[in-house]
């Protein structure tokens, strides 16, 4: 039988000593339920790939064949003479200067220029009147290639005459980098590896292979794009960051950011597979080409060549420890696969060097993350964001040494578990609570779920649910094979865009009064990609302000940048912007109605006032006037940036420097079953624990642990996009061979929430959404090698692997 | 695209005889995935929807006459006791959805070798009613799939409905893929136990060119059981038997390496589904076999 998450253990959001308490319903703390999560269960939701307008075109992209290639020549005749078709445009018709994007390093072309560096590069687009038109036409398009040599990898990248992927380059990267196929290079050195290694009774090397896995968003990218009198265009699109967009459209399309109207439509999901531009700048070229509107809808086949993916990586690692127990030195090498374009791969290193130690206490570590320019699909951002490769190995060598020491493997990691206070491999103290050792020792006390749970007692003697067995409805076992396996593990994730980065957002709060009742308006340019940002920004405004009413403004471009729906950082930030926004209303209203009634009540003057159902009162809670009283006619209105801690960059040579803005921890405990004949997983439980600092909606939270459990084992045991390596080209762009977990693939996942308080963060709360996602594909693989005593070196998981065919 | 509508089963076959080209398309699940992905754009499409008795079927004395279009999940419900191994294999055909949509004429229409009905109806013995302008003929199971997604169709024929042999005996399947529910197969087995004639069947798929009887393993596996008197006794099948037979299953398959599996990791997973379904199967002819629950 399967079994559903029971009632979880979340704590209810008890207000700590940095939390205004608010009779306020619907406040911080409180299990609000979202604004669009019945539209979307009930299938009413507008995504973006619903949007229609009248007289509209379809967008079509036509992708490049090859993975690397010149390009000889292109004829779009036969494409323009059909009926149907407005444009067919080419790198040629590109109306600006600038042609190419990026999120760092602007390396890619918005069309094809005379070469495609990977399978399915945009060369050609196409506006039609009909979606299918567009398609026939697109297809009428002769590209005539001829192919360059492959780089595929670290050894082909850096062969002595290795092809370069880009020739001239001149980012801010390419005078550290030991070679021009290498995006970006991070070492860190902190003590003397090799010294400490002399201490070490024993020593323990892997090499680890992590497989490209996808967002796999279900809403596909899309987005409308509508030109405007006055030669601009109004952009309406899914996306991860409105005003990062907004940089990499406008100089393309040769306008000024004025004339580029953003406006976010439905998102249907992200992960970090939006931070990129996919169709954007598409839809406004042949909007601005044909005068009319253009929409342009990827199916599921183009999605898998429309956004960048998680880099699959090579992990090398040496750890060392004493007979105690102590680790005594780390040596690493993360190599990871960028693919064609630079991405986020600058930043995935960056995160993949300063966290490739995990949530540990070692001194003496050697320390090496790279990034490859190869031929192989983009990679870049995705939830846990080079952390997650580093954590799957740094957890397997945990393990290794556990068992070479015998001991626990729980214990061996508490005993090396960081703390507050702990300096990590950069040299930046973790300033706020780091309960790892708490963590590991909440998901090992769980009750362990009931052996060989597919038996049942019937009236006709002991019956089999095979839904409870590997291989569920397919039939492949009634319990031969069949072993249990328990691993554990933990992570460490960053919270916010690290290494300086302006990491800032943006909260335009408005306040009036409405038939008589104070309400409050918040506009920002947060995407709501799923992650409740739209829920959690009202409860804030309801706790500072004590409205009932919030409306939240459609994010659009009007207001500033709220940075981006990534690195576990909207609630923190753009959260944070919020509550500053509704303390300097607060502020104005306190200061009318200081103005207005200061003399008729001393407390005016000398309490410390709040606002609190509509009423402004003293922290004793006596009540001065009603907010209505105090606005009367008057709104107030105010847009303010708001930043967290400056972080530093890190040295290019050592690695140091305060990079991080804040850690995130969580744990697994991974229960599976596995037929170890037909090599078939089935995981029965994923116990997760997590320190969440304050759990603004506890409800949101779960859902957020648990969907990047679920993420976090979906690449331990089946996700993976295929990449042909004599072609570099994607062999499963489909949901057919790209599998994500079903409902049935989905264990019970238990969840504990601790919530100790970072001071430095708003409410003191902790970035969430990526931290599960790193520990649970560890703990995972973990429970698999020992129910199988495989090495399993290697994520995701075959059937192959585990039965040596 | 053209889509015709015909409004009968007689009008259907005219419009295969005159467009021998037309594409039949009923549940849509292998035919608008094929459309949807770009690997055909067929010039007629023949909606067969309006044809109601394509979704009915007959159980009669020797066997049951499936309606082409009859859904996985009518098979699930109504016929597990007369066609218990297709109900079997109809419980691991996609999602709940597409097991209302989906039947198997389109399986067999499709001839893929990954298409989850055809060990089922190889284990269990069938004929495929075919149909045309020029009349009606019944075309055995073994002789129905002819090459990769081919079949023995002629251009103008149509499936009208497939005839299966009743179970006399118990049946099983199973099918691998990497995932617990809603996975196209890496590979499957059927096998049925024909106590009424002594004998074996079986069918494999997704591990050769085409769905294919395992028939040096039946034939083994015929003579083990005979030469023992183990019809008549009821023994435990020797661990030496299963596993020759296991064996043989294995030897039947041509499998390729591709992006859902190696293989040789097809052929050893075959080998293993034939022992446990022979195991199972036997278990329950002794009488000693458990039940299945969730299989609903």
Aim: net charge negative; charged share 20%.
């Amino acid at each position: 039988m399967t079994t559903y998450p029971k009632a979880q253990n979340v704590p209810a959001g008890t207000p700590t000593k940095i939390t205004q308490g608010s009779p306020t319903k619907g406040g911080i703390g409180e299990s609000t339920l979202r604004p669009d999560g019945t539209l979307k269960v009930t299938g009413e939701f507008a995504y973006s790939s619903d949007m229609w307008h009248e007289d509209m075109l379809w967008g079509q992209t036509l992708r490049s064949t090859v993975a690397h290639a010149e390009i000889v020549s292109i004829d779009t005749s036969e494409a323009l003479a059909m009926p149907g078709v407005y444009a067919v445009l080419t790198y040629d018709d590109l109306p600006a200067a600038m042609k190419n994007y990026g999120l760092e390093i602007q390396d890619t072309p918005v069309l094809a220029h005379g070469k495609v560096r990977h399978h399915g590069e945009p060369v050609a687009i196409v506006a039609a009147d009909h979606p299918e038109t567009a398609r026939r036409a697109a297809a009428k398009i002769k590209i005539d290639y001829r192919e360059l040599p492959l780089i595929t990898d670290e050894a082909s990248a850096t062969a002595p005459g290795a092809v370069l992927v880009h020739e001239g380059r001149d980012d801010h990267h390419i005078g550290h980098v030991p070679h021009p196929n290498i995006v970006h290079r991070q070492p860190i050195i902190r003590g003397d590896a090799d010294e400490a290694a002399k201490r070490a009774d024993v020593i323990v090397r892997g090499e680890y292979t992590f497989g490209m896995q996808d967002q796999a968003f279900l809403g596909p990218e899309s987005g409308l794009a509508v030109p405007s009198e006055d030669g601009g265009v109004e952009l309406y699109v899914a996306t991860q960051w409105l005003h990062s967009d907004l940089g990499q459209i406008a100089p393309v399309l040769g306008l000024p950011e004025d004339k580029v109207r953003m406006t976010l439509s439905g998102v249907g999901g992200a992960f970090g597979g939006r931070e990129d531009i996919s169709m954007q700048i598409h839809a406004c070229l042949l909007a601005l080409r044909t005068g009319k509107p253009v929409k342009i809808v990827y199916n599921r086949f183009e999605s898998f060549f429309g956004h960048v993916h998680r880099h699959p990586a090579k992990l090398t690692y040496e750890h060392g420890a004493t007979k105690d127990g102590k680790l005594t030195h780390m040596k690493c090498r993360i190599v990871l696969d960028g693919g064609a374009y630079a991405s986020a791969s600058p930043a995935v290193v960056g995160n993949a060097s300063s966290l490739s130690v995990g949530p540990y206490v070692i001194e003496d570590v050697d320390i090496e993350a790279v990034a490859l320019y190869t031929n192989n699909p983009p990679c870049g951002a995705m939830r846990g964001f080079g952390a997650v490769q580093a954590c799957f190995a740094y957890e397997a060598q945990m393990d290794k040494l556990a068992a070479k020491l015998d001991m626990d493997p729980v214990e061996f990691r508490q005993l090396n578990a960081m703390e507050q206070g702990t300096l990590l491999p950069t040299g930046q103290p973790c300033d706020s609570p780091a309960p790892v050792a708490e963590l590991l020792r909440l998901v090992k006390a769980r009750p362990l779920p009931p052996e060989q749970e597919w038996l049942t007692a019937g009236s006709e003697g002991t019956s089999v649910d095979v839904r409870a067995l590997p291989g569920g409805l397919s039939n492949t076992t009634h319990g031969e094979g069949v072993v249990r396996g328990v691993g554990y593990a933990v992570g460490l994730k960053n919270v916010g865009f690290s290494e300086g980065f302006d990491d800032y957002s943006t909260a335009r709060v408005r306040m009036e009064v409405i038939n008589g009742e104070p309400v409050a308006t918040v506009h920002t340019a947060m995407a709501e990609v799923g992650q409740g940002g739209v829920t959690v920004h009202a409860q804030i405004a309801r706790t500072e302000l004590g409205v009932n009413q919030v409306t939240i403004h459609p994010a659009d471009t009007k207001v500033g940048s709220a940075g981006s729906t990534s690195a576990s950082r909207q609630t923190y930030v753009t959260g944070g912007a919020v509550k500053n926004s509704c303390e300097a209303v607060r502020e104005q209203v306190l200061e009318i109605g200081r103005r207005k009634f200061g003399s008729y009540h001393p407390a005016w003057a000398t309490a410390e006032l709040l606002l609190e159902g509509g009423k402004v009162v003293t922290d004793g809670g006596e009540v001065l006037a009603d907010v209505a009283d105090v606005l009367e006619d008057e709104a107030i209105d105010i847009e303010l940036e708001w930043r967290h801690r400056p972080t530093e960059a890190f040295d290019l040579r050592t690695g140091q420097g305060n990079g991080h803005v804040q850690y995130s921890f969580a744990a697994h405990r991974a229960v599976v079953e596995v037929d170890t004949e037909l090599g078939l997983v089935k995981v029965i439980e994923l116990a997760c624990a997590q320190d969440v600092g304050k759990a603004l909606n506890p409800l949101s939270v779960l859902g957020q642990i648990q969907g990047g459990t679920l993420q976090g084992m979906g690449v331990a045991v089946m996700e993976e996009i295929i990449v042909d390596p004599k072609t570099a080209k994607v062999r499963n762009p489909s949901f057919t061979d790209y599998l994500l977990p079903t409902i049935l693939d989905t264990p019970t996942i238990p969840v504990d929430v601790l919530e100790l308080a970072d001071e430095n963060a708003p409410y003191g709360l902790r970035g969430i959404g990526e931290a599960p996602t790193l520990s649970s594909t560890p703990a995972v693989l973990a429970a698999i090698r020992n129910a199988t005593g495989l090495e399993l070196n290697r994520t995701p998981v075959r059937p192959e692997h585990l039965t040596g065919t | 695209m053209d889509f015709l509508r015909p409004a009968s089963w007689e009008e259907a076959l005219a419009a295969k005889a005159e467009h021998p080209t037309a594409v039949p398309i009923a549940g849509g699940t292998d035919v608008m995935v094929e459309i949807n992905f770009d690997h055909r754009r067929p010039e007629y499409l023949l909606d067969l929807n309006r044809i109601g008795e394509l979704s009915e079927w007959e159980v009669g004395q020797e066997s049951v006459r499936l309606g082409a279009s009859v859904p996985y999940s009518a098979i699930m419900e109504h016929l597990r006791a007369e066609l218990p191994g297709l109900a079997l294999a109809s419980h691991t055909v996609a999602s709940p959805q597409i097991r209302n949509r989906g039947g198997v004429g389109g399986n067999l229409g499709t001839a893929s070798p990954a298409g989850d009905a055809h060990p089922a109806l190889l284990a269990a013995g069938a004929e495929v009613e075919a149909e045309s302008v020029r009349g009606t003929r019944l075309i055995p199971i073994d002789a129905f799939y002819t090459g990769v997604k081919r079949n023995a169709l002629e251009p103008d024929e149509l499936i009208r409905a497939v005839h299966i042999r009743k179970a006399d005996g118990p049946q099983q399947y199973s099918k691998v893929g990497t995932r617990n529910a809603m996975v196209i197969a890496v590979c499957a087995f059927g096998l049925a136990l024909h106590p009424e004639t002594r004998t074996v069947r079986t069918g494999i798929g997704s591990a050769a060119p085409t769905p294919v009887r395992a028939k040096e393993a039946e034939a083994f596996l015929n003579a083990a059981l005979d030469e023992g008197g183990f019809w008549e006794s009821g023994k435990i099948i020797t661990p030496a038997i299963a596993k020759q037979f296991a064996a043989l299953a294995s030897g039947a398959c041509n499998p390729i390496d591709d992006v859902r599996g190696t293989a040789k990791y097809r052929r050893h997973a075959v080998g293993i589904m034939a022992r446990r379904t022979l195991g199972w199967t036997w278990e329950q002819y002794r009488g000693a076999g458990r039940t299945l629950e969730g299989a609903a």
